[in-house]
Structure formats: structure tokens, C-alpha cells
């Protein structure tokens, strides 16, 4: 098994570049390591900022309940994988949009953004929209650590369709999931797909992308695509497509 990964806040600018160093992992991250994982000496884990910057150490010994002495190696950065996907998920409802942000994040998803489109039963207002955010990202920073990732998917502030659209005009290549055979979409699994730059890619509402946000995407240069035969839950139907399209740009190779 991969060895468990820890968060480090800073990281590495108080941290030995060139390795060999002792480092002490306390507060949440090293009660987790001890108190919970309970790490002893001569295992591995890997210390990260969750944007690329990481590295191996060795467990010297645990002290009390939220100390882990660390022989660590040298800083390594990841670099970005390309082309980089972002999913704009439509807000779920309940705890769903967790879910979204969990799965996509063990697939491999580089961004996330939120949005409010037109048919959410979800709306993010005030203290409450904010707290739902903090939820996504701890999500995703929770989930990153869980699939043993040093680079975590940025999850952006909740969008409006007209900012989705802007992001779209910019992307190499622009999505949306569209499951009305009627309209026109064509399958995702056969798309042309750029081997660099950026997929962008709209996962609407339970209740479907409305034909006004339909038109404001394609005049910003998006498509309609769709998955399969089966329509799939907006909560789901996000990570489904980063799976593909991770698969068929050769990321999961």
C-alpha cells in the first residue's frame, strides 16, 4: 500500500529542501498520525501542501498523542497534469454535492466550480452558501489525502451561468452534459480532444440545463455532449465523465 499523505500548511518553506532533516508533525494532521493511523517507527508517510510540493519521510518515533518525528527526504514538486480538467457541478442537493466533490477528486478532477444554475433546488446564500463552500473544499482536501494525490483540485467560489460562460470561451475544449437525444449531443467518447491545455466540462442540475443556459454555453463555444444510454445523477455524472476523458487523454495510462 502507498504510504498515508499529511497536510502541511507553509509547506515547504520551513522544511529541509535538500532532505535528511528531522521534521515534528503535530497538531491535527499528527494526532491523526498517531492517535488514529497509529504510525510507528521505520513506516513511511509523505508530508504535502496539497499543491504539487512533497516528501517522503521516515517515522523516528511517536510522541504522546499528536507528535510524529520525521527523518524526512528531499522536496519533490509535481508538475500539473495536462490537458487540466475542471468540472463545473450544478449545485445537489443534501449532502450529494459532497459526494461529487469526494469521487471526482479519487478520479483525478484538476478543478471544481460550483454553480448556481437556474433549475438548483440548492441555492448558496449568505453564511449558509459559505459554509456549504468550506464544506466542498475540506472535501476535497480530505478526499485528495484519501486517494494519495499532492495536488489537490482547487475548488473555486460558486459561479453564475455568465462566469461559467467566460470560463468556457477560454477552455481548448468546452462541454456540457446534455442527455436530450433530441437536442443533438454527441457522444462524449468519441469527442475530439485536445492532447494539452484545458477541458472545461458543465454537469447540470437534476432537473437538466435550461435552453437559455444551453444557448449562453454554445455561444461561448461549448457543445452538447452526452455520456451513454442510462442518465446519470448530477452528483455522479461528474465524476463519470473525468473518468473517461482521464482515460481517452492518456492521463490514466
Partial sequence: MTAPVFVVEGFPAHLPAAGGGQYVLDGAEGRHAVSVKRMRAGETVVLTDGAGRWAE?????????????????????????????????????????????????????????????????????????????????????????????????????????????????????????????????????????????????????EGGVSPEELTLFEEAGAKAYRLGASVLRTSTAGTAATALLLGRTGRWS
Avoid: N
Fill in 57 to 205: 519521510g521516515e517515522v523516528v518515533a511517536a510522541e504522546g498523542k499528536d507528535q510524529l518525528v520525521l527523518r524526512l527526504g528531499a522536496v519533490v514538486e509535481e508538475a500539473p497534469q495536462s490537458p487540466r480538467i475542471t468540472v463545473v457541478q450544478a449545485l445537489p442537493k443534501g449532502d450529494r454535492g459532497e459526494l461529487a466533490v469526494e469521487t471526482m477528486t479519487e478520479t483525478g478532477v484538476d478543478a471544481i466550480v460550483p454553480w448556481a444554475a437556474s433549475r438548483c433546488v440548492t441555492q448558496w446564500r449568505g453564511d449558509r452558501g459559505l459554509k456549504a463552500l468550506a464544506k466542498w473544499r475540506a472535501t476535497a482536501r480530505e478526499a485528495g489525502k484519501q486517494s494519495r494525490r499532492v495536488r489537490f483540485p482547487e475548488v473555486a467560489d460558486a459561479a453564475s451561468s455568465k462566469q461559467v460562460a467566460a470560463l468556457l470561451a477560454k477552455a481548448d475544449f468546452a462541454a456540457v452534459l446534455h442527455e436530450d437525444r433530441d437536442y443533438g449531443s454527441a457522444a462524449l467518447a468519441t469527442a475530439e480532444l485536445p492532447a494539452t491545455g484545458e477541458i472545461v466540462l458543465v454537469v447540470g442540475p
